[in-house]
């Protein structure tokens, strides 16, 4: 699969002023005697981004087909290509005959997910502790990150390649001490300085915003929420 991947990456570049150094990389790729432009007449352009292994369907233990997904401008494709292995100590490939190029699947249908009973008040004490957390949690700052973590608790943080610029949604479902909650956070993002500004309000000095989502396991500690661990977010609910 990884073999098909390389491959596809140079099949699915070329333009006409290209075209010689495109049948020079192929050539690594090709069984004896292909084509060594592998269909194309030398016009036209295409270009293809995110090229990755995707299924593999095998013959027996010597040929298989392999699809490879990538995106090419506003579309997302399969290209198949049949690949032979030697099955020796050697252990070569070689595409073996014409890829094709075939339309990706749709994106499933995923059914809305029931929201649960939310706790509001246990929210509203979280949000301030929250937006302290994701404030540190960004800058990198060690000892300020350490006051909303967990006791005998330590995490990792961004060391300041994001900013903070607002809590944008906390769910935090009815429970004890020990929730697991949701967050929908936005980052400024840098503008391409070395160091974001300080200023996240400022869209110019900040160069955008991104909204992202975490579950957080929070730990209720006296009278305040500690972060005991963060993790990406799952589907969303509502």
Known sequence: ???AA?????????????A???????????????DPQMGWDGYGKLSAVAIQPYDIEVSDAQNAVVSVAF????????????IYYSGD????????????VLPAPAPADVPQAAAPETDDAAAAELKPQLEGFFKEYASGDTAGLQRYVA???SLPSFGGAFTFSQLKEVVVPVGGATREIQAVVVWAVPN??????????????????LEQAY????????????????RGGGRSVG
């Open 1 to 3: 699969m990884a073999f």
């Open 192 to 209: 391409g300085s070395a160091t974001p500004s300080p200023d996240a309000t400022d869209p110019a000095a900040v160069g955008g915003t």
């Open 89 to 100: 100590s050697s252990g070569r490939f070689a595409v073996s005959g014409r890829p094709a």
């Open 151 to 153: 006791a005998g608790k």
């Open 71 to 82: 995106q090419t401008g506003p579309r997302r494709m399969i290209l198949t290509v049949p």
């Open 20 to 34: 010689a150094s495109r049948s020079g990389k192929l050539a690594a790729f090709l069984a004896a005697g292909m």
């Open 6 to 18: 390389q491959f596809a990456g140079v099949y699915l570049n070329f333009n006409p002023e290209d």
């Open 215 to 230: 579950r957080l396991t929070v730990e209720k500690q006296g009278d305040k929420w500690f972060v005991a661990d963060i």
